[in-house]
């Protein structure tokens, strides 16, 4: 985007309106870190998150209680 297409944007829009206008470039998706994050992931280590122990709470109550966790 150059300024001139701005700048004709933001005089047809009047000043109570903004528009951001850009390009993207969708080569860059490969490098994002979201991608990387899922490429590098190792589900094998999510296990001990998704067992039930039997002491989970629900959120009301877990947030709620004034009741001690046992350690």
């Known amino acids: 985007m150059?300024?001139?297409?701005a700048a004709t944007t933001?005089?047809?829009c009047g000043s109570s309106v903004s528009m951001v206008l850009a390009d993207?470039?969708?080569g860059l998706i490969p490098l994002?870190?979201?991608?990387?994050?899922?490429?590098?992931?190792r589900p094998?280590?999510?296990?001990?998150l998704v067992t039930r122990f039997g002491?989970?709470?629900?959120?009301?109550?877990?947030?709620f209680?004034?009741?001690?966790?046992?350690?």
């Not at 150059?2 to 297409?5: E, I, K, L, P, V």
């Open 2 to 5: 150059n300024s001139s297409t």
């Open 10 to 12: 933001s005089r047809a």
């Open 24 to 26: 993207l470039d969708l």
């Open 32 to 41: 994002s870190t979201g991608r990387r994050w899922l490429a590098g992931r």
């Open 44 to 48: 094998e280590l999510y296990d001990i």
């Open 55 to 63: 002491t989970e709470r629900d959120p009301r109550t877990a947030r």
């Open 65 to 71: 209680t004034t009741d001690p966790v046992d350690i």
